[in-house]
């Protein structure tokens, strides 16, 4: 049995959480709030290798789903910057206020 208790990795889990929720709401850049939705990702990472550590050690479900997880988040930076950047190029801007995608 690990020396550190499980509260104490679901207590910076969820603080990192809330500085990504944070971060993602508060932000008026594109990259800032992509930034705030990676560190949402990597709070869940954490709880998936926490809980898989002290429910399931044998089995290597929870390493798969954190794979998977970054996975699935190093293809929404990769979209979403393809994305912030296509916006740029038209707009010339990444202030999410000023861009109106539905308005001509």
């Known amino acids: 049995m690990p020396d550190i ?11 990192l959480f809330c500085i990504g929720l ?14 705030g939705i990676e560190v949402m ?3 869940v990472n954490i709880n998936l290798v926490a809980f898989w550590r002290y429910i399931t050690p044998q089995a290597l479900t929870g390493q798969v789903f954190v794979i998977v997880s970054i996975t699935v ?6 979209v979403g910057l393809a994305l912030i950047l296509a916006i740029f190029r038209s707009r010339d801007t990444v202030n999410i206020e000023d861009v109106h995608l539905m308005k001509w």
């Open 5 to 15: 208790p499980l509260s104490w990795y679901l207590i910076v889990a969820s603080a």
């Open 22 to 35: 944070f971060g993602a709401l508060s932000r008026r850049n594109a990259i800032g709030i992509l930034m």
């Open 41 to 43: 990702l990597n709070a």
């Open 73 to 78: 988040a190093a293809a929404e930076a990769a």
